[in-house]
Every structure is written in C-alpha cells, then in structure tokens.
C-alpha cells in the first residue's frame, strides 16, 4: 500500500519568514495530494490540494508543489503569520472511487511573533 | 451546500463498556464516508471506509466495528472499550478525491 513520510515533525519560524514542509510518496500510481490544517482540538481543514497533472499550485500565501518523477511534493507558506501555527498533514491518494487517503504523521509549525 | 455532523462531541466511557458513533451528512447523496482515529499528538489511522450502503471495508483489525444503515448515515461501534481505543474520532465524507472532516468525538476511556 500507500506510505506518505513527511518532514520536518515541527518547525519553528519567525513572522514573516516562510515555512517548507515536505512529503514523500511510494505509490506511483497515487494522483491525488491534498494538504490539511490542523489547530489545537480541532478538525482538519483542507487547505491545498494538487493532482498528477499539475506541476504546482499557488493560493494567495501557501503553495504546493509536486514532483512525479522523485514522488515527492512540499508545501510552501510565505509570509507566516501567528494564525499559521498548527499541525500540517500530507496526504495521497493512490486512486480508485474509494479516494482513501493515506497521512504523513503531520508537522507542528510555531510562527513566534 | 454540504455538511456533517457527528455526535456526541465528547464522551468519557469506562473499559469494557460498549460504544456508539454517529456521523451523518447533509447536502449530498451517496458519498464515500470514512472513520479515522487520531491519538492524541499522533496523525491520522484510517479504521474504516464506505462507498455505499451496507459496504464497509476495514482498514485495521482491532475491536470496532462500523456500519452505514442509510446513505449519508455511518455509525462507529465496539462491544467492549479498551483503553487503547481513547482518542479522537474523525469522520470524513467524500464525493471526489477531497475528502472533509466532521467536527470530532473525543473519546476517553478510563
């Protein structure tokens, strides 16, 4: 099956400074890879997604990328701000109509005033 | 628009008790629908999903059970609580590749 590794576990920026999270995947066939957001106690939010076809993808400060070829894709935020803090998951989805997602173990982001 | 609902919000049960989630959706029809459990600080376990009526497919041996009785109706089920199963129980629905998560049951087993 699927395996998703996702790095760094937690990552302490600035405000204003920008924040990188990256992902890998195993399954070639996988064309599906979204991005959620987590705040304490709360539910996941999809924030960002990205298919196969695309090569990035930008939405106001965040952006993700995806590179087939090294099965690996990032998530970019500039400009962080202190509502930025919360744990940030990776997913893919190896296809098929049950569109199951397998989840990197997620990355605790600090944005310190 | 589309939106799910899961109760109870909270719930504190004692080990071998028995245990019933409910999740359900509005504003769709036939959905995929998903259980996931998340310990706490952990990520995201996938225990079950469904892609229809009466069709449930495990992802993880353990001792729950789900069941999805009408359309936009999935129900999480043990007949005797571990400790192990304390944390925080997340449904998801899905029409398409993304899929969205319900507000949560958390869960503590004592």
């Known amino acids: 099956g699927e395996n998703v590794e996702q790095h760094p576990s937690t990552l302490s920026v600035q405000e204003g400074d920008s924040a990188v999270i990256k992902c890998t995947y195993s399954?070639?066939?996988?064309?599906?890879f979204p991005w959620y957001k987590q705040e304490l106690g709360k539910r996941p939010q999809l924030i960002i997604d990205?298919?196969?076809?695309?090569g990035e993808k930008k939405d106001q400060r965040i952006a993700v990328t995806l590179n087939k070829t090294a099965k690996h894709f990032s998530l970019h935020i500039t400009e962080t701000q202190p509502e930025d803090s919360a744990v940030y998951f990776c997913?893919?989805?190896?296809?098929?109509?049950?569109?199951?997602?397998?989840f990197g173990k997620g990355t605790l982001l600090t944005v310190n005033p | 628009s589309q939106t799910i609902h899961q109760w109870p919000a909270t719930l504190v049960q004692p080990v071998g008790s028995p245990l019933s989630l409910e999740c359900t959706v509005e504003?769709?029809?036939?959905?995929?629908l998903y259980w996931y459990r998340q310990a706490a600080g952990r990520g995201l376990q996938l225990l079950f999903y469904?892609?229809?009526?009466?069709?449930i497919s495990s992802e993880v041996p353990q001792n729950l059970s789900a069941s999805r009785p009408q359309d936009r109706q999935f129900i999480l089920s043990s007949k005797k609580l571990l400790l192990s199963d304390s944390g925080f129980y997340l449904c998801?629905?899905?029409?398409?590749?993304?899929?969205?998560f319900g507000p949560g049951t958390r869960l503590t087993v004592l």
């Open positions: 998801a629905w899905s029409e398409t590749s993304r899929q969205y």
């Open positions: 399954d070639s066939a996988s064309n599906y």
């Open positions: 990205i298919r196969s076809n695309v």
């Open positions: 997913a893919a989805n190896s296809g098929g109509s049950n569109y199951k997602l397998t």
């Open positions: 504003g769709t029809s036939n959905p995929n």
């Open positions: 469904s892609v229809g009526i009466g069709q």
